[in-house]
């Protein structure tokens, strides 16, 4: 299968790897020609790195990679060439100011693509570049499911379709993940600190239950699975922030945690869910009035 990715930063170049050690053909594209450094990993033939997207025209799936910020602007660049691709999401977050999610940024720019996945779960991309084990939850059509698996075969996968479901836990996730590093530092014990994991992951799940996403999506691998993952490790980019956070400093680079927590406080207050830990830690972060 011709795969592109968009997308040539730690985790896409670590898919790229999986699915070229697959035996597919893989097209990595990057907006501004440069691309990661593979994880030290030597790039196979397979990989045809450019900076041109006119190339994806050509491939059947698509795995979207970039951050969230950058995910709109992509799909613009993208939709000349789209062709009825199974569009495969690998990203986790929240548009701002929009404060949508990114199928539901796809659903604006795409509004013909039908066959969409999402792809969650317990992931650092250096282990998948290395071709750890992996399991992911993989949510979406069928016909975009079938090419997900097609494409990543190393994986794991937990299939369901509830897209929604899996989109609010990976938003979800680095929200609390970066609370979670705040605490590692600011709580005053490890009681207080699992008290505060358990309470912000349930107002996330009652959010999406209230969305009608489905309550086992949250307790599956692209829930807890990826909370435990990113909400315990300073490998996690979020947790990492968290801890920078409450040692007075400013994280830097993208962590889609900060975006995410505003987000969901926003989105749960439309929606009349309540969000009392969150709202106080978003406070405490200083990332809400």
């Known amino acids: 299968m011709k795969i592109g990715i968009l997308g040539a930063g730690a985790w896409g170049s670590a898919l790229a790897l999986s699915a070229a050690a697959a035996g597919h053909d893989i097209t990595l594209w990057s907006y501004n ?16 790195m450019t900076d041109d997207i006119a190339q994806l025209a050509d491939t059947a799936l698509w795995m979207i990679v970039v951050p969230a910020a950058f995910f709109r602007e992509t799909l613009r660049r993208a939709a000349p060439y789209f062709d009825n691709q199974s569009i495969l999401i690998c990203t986790k977050g929240i548009e701002v100011p929009s404060n949508k999610l990114m199928a539901e940024v796809l659903a604006d720019e795409l509004p013909h693509a039908h066959d969409i996945a999402v792809l969650s779960g317990p992931q650092f991309a250096a282990e998948v570049a290395r071709h ?7 949510a979406g059509t069928a016909r975009a499911r079938r090419d997900g698996a097609a494409a990543l075969p190393a994986m794991f996968m937990q299939e369901t379709d509830d897209i929604l479901g899996a989109e609010i836990c990976g938003a979800g996730k680095n929200a609390v993940a970066l609370i979670c590093g705040y605490m590692s530092i600011a709580a005053a014990g490890e009681n ?3 008290a505060v994991l358990t309470r ?10 209230a969305c009608g996403a489905e309550l086992r999506t949250f307790l599956g691998l692209c829930g807890v699975g990826d909370l435990f993952l990113s909400a315990t490790s300073v490998t996690s980019r979020n947790f990492s922030a968290g801890r920078v956070i409450a040692s007075g400093g400013a994280p830097t680079g993208t962590v889609e945690g900060m975006c995410a927590l505003r987000g969901l406080i926003q989105r749960m207050d439309t929606a009349g869910v ?16």
Do not use: C
């Not at 691309?35 to 045809?48: L, R, Y």
């Not at 912000?200 to 239950?209: F, K, N, R, S």
């Open 192 to 194: 207080e600190r699992a």
């Open 274 to 289: 309540q969000a009392p830990l969150l709202r106080e830690m978003a406070k405490k972060m200083k990332l809400a009035d």
């Open 132 to 138: 750890v084990p992996t399991s992911s939850t993989l």
């Open 200 to 209: 912000a992951w349930g107002e996330v799940a009652d959010y999406g239950v």
């Open 33 to 48: 020609n440069k691309f990661d450094d593979f994880h030290g990993a030597i790039i196979p033939s397979n990989i045809t």
